[in-house]
Nanobody, 128 residues
Framework: QPQLVESGGGSVQAGGSLRLSCSFT???????????MAWFRQAPGNQREAVAG????????WYSDSVKERFAISRDNDKKTVTLQMNSLNAGDSATYYC??????????????????WGQGTQVTVSS
């Protein structure tokens, strides 16, 4: 199985920015480019929420309504990373953020149950 490791979480004041990164270590069978990538988040007591996703090539993206026009997802297939740039953060963005991967070309999938590989999560705390 591939290994996903998130970094970049932390504490920030409302209105600030954070940049999350996820490094992807391939297994022996499938290259990074065969995976669609996404970010999810989960706050205490809440279900895991889809935040943003990106296609295998990086050309197509989707965002939840709550983060649209504030967050930007991108991927670098040479470095095998996926990044989430988060701007204009508010307290509602506080959560543990997870990087996730699923093989195939269905980059628009937002159901967390459809993602097979996950990082350990990185905490984002936004204070008002």
């Amino acid at each position: 199985q591939p290994q996903l490791v998130e970094s970049g979480g932390g504490s920030v004041q409302a209105g600030g920015s954070l940049r999350l990164s996820c490094s992807f270590t391939e297994d022996a069978y499938y290259a990074y480019e065969t995976y669609c990538m996404a970010w999810f988040r989960q706050a205490p007591g809440n279900q895991r929420e889809a935040v943003a996703g990106v296609s295998n090539s990086g050309k197509d993206t989707w965002y939840s309504d709550s983060v649209k026009e504030r967050f930007a997802i991108s991927r670098d297939n040479d470095k095998k990373t996926v990044t989430l740039q988060m701007n204009s953060l508010n307290a509602g963005d506080s959560a543990t953020y997870y990087c996730a991967a699923r093989r195939g070309l269905s980059w628009w999938v937002r159901d967390p149950d459809e993602y097979t590989d996950w990082g350990q999560g990185t905490q984002v705390t936004v204070s008002s």
